[in-house]
């Protein structure tokens, strides 16, 4: 039986998202702290974008916090369990944002990023931030095409 050429990005999506699961059981670690923010596009929430905390000075084994935005456009960074936070340091930040209904078609395969594609990479994006010790209220980011 021949796969589809979609269902590969499928499955690498969903090993992804398994992986960042598994990973956020066990509470050994680095202190971390609350963090919330808020993701803006074109000054409208980007509601259910991804926004990923790449450390400047990473740990090659640790998974970086993350979180999904909300319809306020609103996120708070989970590192093990939800909204637990981040350990404080600096961070290069990551956001991509699919459509909320994946339709996949065969012949392209391609997940669309409603965002420029440098905000999706962390070699590329030039958002920054920093997460202190004690709670943390990020200023929004605001992103343009």
Known sequence: MSRRPWSRRVVGVGAFLGCLLASSCGSAG???HPVRGQV???DKPAEGA????????A?????PPSGIVGADGSFTLASRTPSDGAPAGEYVVAIVWFDKEIQIDANNAELKNRLPAHYGDAKTSPLRAQVKEGPNQLEPFRLKN
């Open 30 to 32: 680095p202190k971390l």
């Open 40 to 42: 803006l596009f074109q």
């Open 59 to 63: 740990d090659a084994e640790a998974v």
């Open 50 to 57: 991804l926004v990923v905390f790449h450390p400047v000075r």
